[in-house]
C-alpha cells in the first residue's frame, strides 16, 4: 500500500508561538509567533497548493513539494550520488513520532543502501521567547562525505518590500551556471560582497529586497557566515533571526522562488525564499551546478547539531 502522505501532524504552542510538525520530511510548518505588541508573525512560506487535492495526490511530484513549505533538514542536501532522492530520503518519506518530554521528537530508519543508517531530530519553542529550538542527530552507517544542510523556507514579505539581510560572511558567489534558463537575472558565477549589490546578468548590480520583488529563480550562497543571519523586514515591523553551529555549517545558500517556476505543481504561484545554512558548495562541473564538498561522517558516528528560529520586533 502506497504511503499516505503528508502523514501525521502534531501540534506544538508554548508561550510565544504555536506551530505543526508533519511526519513528511519531519518539516515544521505553518509556524507563528506571538510578539509583545499582540502581533502575530508567520516567518515561513507555504505553498498555495497544500490542500489541492489533483496535486497532493499526484504521485509523479515528490513528496515534499506537492507540500513544500515550512523547515527540514537535508541529509544528504541537493543531489547527491549517496541518494537518488532530492535532499536526501528523509526529504520525501515520513518520519515517526517518539516520546518527548520537551516539544517533538521524531525519528527516520534510512534504507540499508544509504550511507546514513537514520536521522532524529527534536522541535521544542523556547519558553518565553519568540523563539524555536531544533536538534538533529545524524547517525552514520558507512564512512562517507555528505553535504548536510538545513531547508528554512522565509516569506518574501508584503509587496514593494525592501527585504534585507544582516550578518557578518566573508564574501558571496552566484550559483555557477544559470538557476532557472530564461528566467533567473543574476549573474552565474560572480562574487559579491553585500547582497545590497547582487551582479546581473545585463551588467549593474541589484539589492536582495528588490530581486525579491521581481518573477525570478536564483539562488546565491555566502561563505565564512559567522553562524547567524537576521532578514529584516522593514514594513512589516519585524525581523527573522536564523542561529546555528557555524563549524557545523560555514556557508548559508539563498534560494528565490518568486513566480519563477511554471512546472507543476509551481505553476508560477509559489513566493518565499530559503534561508539555508550548508556544509557544502556548489561548482561549475559540465555545465550544472554540481554540489561538492561536505562533512566527513565515521562509521557508527554519532553527530548532533543545534540551531534556532526566532521573531523580534523592529
Known amino acids: 500500500m502506497p504511503p499516505i502522505f503528508p502523514g501525521p501532524k502534531h501540534p506544538l504552542s508554548w508561550s510565544h508561538g504555536s506551530a505543526e510538525v508533519w511526519a513528511l520530511s519531519g518539516a515544521i510548518h505553518h509556524l507563528e509567533f506571538w510578539l509583545p505588541d499582540g502581533s502575530a508573525v508567520a516567518p515561513l512560506a507555504e505553498a498555495p497548493w497544500q490542500d489541492d487535492v489533483a496535486t497532493t495526490g499526484d504521485g509523479t511530484i515528490p513528496a515534499?513539494?506537492?507540500?513544500?513549505?515550512?523547515?527540514?533538514?537535508?541529509?544528504?542536501?541537493?543531489?547527491s550520488e549517496a541518494d537518488r532522492i532530492v535532499h536526501g530520503f528523509g526529504?520525501?518519506?515520513?518520519?515517526?513520532?517518539?516520546?518527548?518530554?520537551?516539544?517533538?521528537?521524531?525519528?527516520?530508519?534510512?534504507?540499508?543502501?544509504?550511507?546514513?543508517?537514520?536521522?532524529?531530530?527534536?522541535?521544542?519553542?523556547?519558553?518565553?521567547?519568540?523563539?524555536?529550538?531544533f536538534s538533529l542527530e545524524v547517525t552514520a552507517r558507512r564512512d562517507c562525505v555528505l553535504p548536510v544542510g538545513l531547508h528554512p523556507i522565509l516569506a518574501p514579505g508584503g509587496p514593494g518590500e525592501a527585504v534585507?539581510?544582516?550578518?557578518?560572511?566573508?564574501?558571496?558567489?552566484?550559483f555557477p551556471v544559470v538557476f532557472e534558463p530564461g528566467v533567473s537575472r543574476l549573474r552565474p558565477g560572480r562574487r559579491f560582497e553585500t547582497t545590497q549589490s547582487l551582479p546581473l546578468t545585463d551588467?549593474?548590480?541589484?539589492?536582495?529586497?528588490?530581486?525579491?520583488?521581481?518573477?525570478?529563480?536564483?539562488?546565491f550562497q555566502l561563505f565564512g557566515v559567522g553562524g547567524a543571519l537576521r532578514v529584516v523586514y522593514p514594513q512589516s515591523g519585524h525581523a527573522v533571526r536564523l542561529d546555528w553551529d557555524a563549524g557545523d555549517y560555514p556557508t548559508c545558500l539563498f534560494w528565490i522562488s518568486t513566480g519563477g517556476r511554471t512546472a507543476k505543481p509551481w505553476n508560477g504561484r509559489f513566493r518565499g525564499f530559503g534561508v539555508e545554512p550548508l556544509d557544502a558548495r556548489f561548482a561549475d562541473r559540465n555545465g550544472e551546478g554540481a554540489i561538492t564538498g561536505g562533512r566527513r561522517f565515521a562509521a557508527g558516528e554519532r553527530w548532533t547539531t543545534r540551531y534556532a528560529i526566532g521573531v523580534e520586533g523592529l
Open 164 to 174: 534585507r539581510v544582516e550578518g557578518a560572511f566573508s564574501h558571496g558567489e552566484t
Open 64 to 79: 515534499h513539494l506537492r507540500f513544500l513549505g515550512g523547515e527540514w533538514p537535508c541529509v544528504p542536501f541537493g543531489k
Open 91 to 133: 526529504t520525501d518519506n515520513c518520519w515517526t513520532f517518539e516520546q518527548s518530554d520537551d516539544g517533538v521528537a521524531l525519528a527516520i530508519d534510512y534504507p540499508d543502501d544509504r550511507p546514513i543508517a537514520g536521522l532524529r531530530r527534536t522541535v521544542r519553542g523556547v519558553p518565553g521567547e519568540a523563539r524555536v529550538a
Open 203 to 219: 551588467g549593474g548590480t541589484i539589492p536582495f529586497g528588490a530581486l525579491l520583488n521581481k518573477t525570478t529563480e536564483e539562488a
